[in-house]
């Protein structure tokens, strides 16, 4: 995965590059290293990624669902 992909995917996931290091627990500057030309983004990062969005977006429909629950026992 090239930089531009991963910062496609940052922004999906709401994350910045620093808020990104500090979840993963890796030096910031290795992070934004990768930005630079001929850098590849580690391999597992994509998958990373993808679980952290789905995750955001799972923990929201649950909400919301709860959410709809709540108000639906508040009308009994």
Known sequence: MNNE?????????????KEFAELVKMNYTSVTNWSQKDKKVPYWIKEFLALYIENRELKSLKTSILD????????K
Do not use: D, M, P, Y
């Open 5 to 17: 992909k991963f910062e496609e995917l940052l922004k999906k996931a709401q994350l910045s590059k």
């Open 68 to 75: 709809t629950v709540e108000k639906i026992n508040a009308l």
